[in-house]
């Protein structure tokens, strides 16, 4: 879900509702989320909140996402444009792998089996 409540508009920025594009990019198989980024890092800020990892304007949308662990990039980057594309109105769509997923700590239900790498358990303490 995006987080928003009952009743609150649609974040619309010229033209493309960021809402519907933060949760397009969070469906995807190969991306655990949008990644928070730091200073330079796209973000949407709206009254009241922050869409990080996505910005909108009036030729390009830029996403930044955190991968799942082992996901090949051109997945990623295939699977966010195709998923992206229908909502943003023919804009540029630039996506950028912010981060990675730890392998210890990847999302079983979002994680690829044909890309599992196996991983030792984490030492105790």
């Known amino acids: 879900m995006s ?3 009952a009743g ?10 960021v809402d519907a594009v933060a949760e397009a990019v969070r469906s995807c198989h190969f991306v655990s989320d949008l990644a928070p980024g730091g200073p330079g890092s796209p973000a ?3 009254p009241g909140r922050r869409v990080a990892g ?12 955190r991968s799942c662990w082992a996901a090949p990039v051109h997945g990623v ?6 998923a992206v594309a229908p909502l ?4 540029t769509i630039d ?11 990847a999302r079983p239900s979002n994680a690829d089996p044909r890309f599992a790498t196996p991983v030792a358990p984490r030492p105790a303490g």
Not at 88 to 91: D, F, N, W
């Open 3 to 5: 987080g928003i409540g």
């Open 8 to 17: 609150t508009r649609p974040a619309v920025v010229n033209g493309v509702d």
């Open 44 to 46: 949407t800020y709206l």
């Open 54 to 65: 996505v910005a909108v304007d009036e030729t390009r949308v830029r996403i930044e996402v």
């Open 77 to 82: 980057v295939e699977e966010v444009r195709a």
């Open 88 to 91: 943003v109105g023919g804009r």
């Open 95 to 105: 996506i950028t792998i912010g981060d990675v997923d730890d392998p210890l700590d």
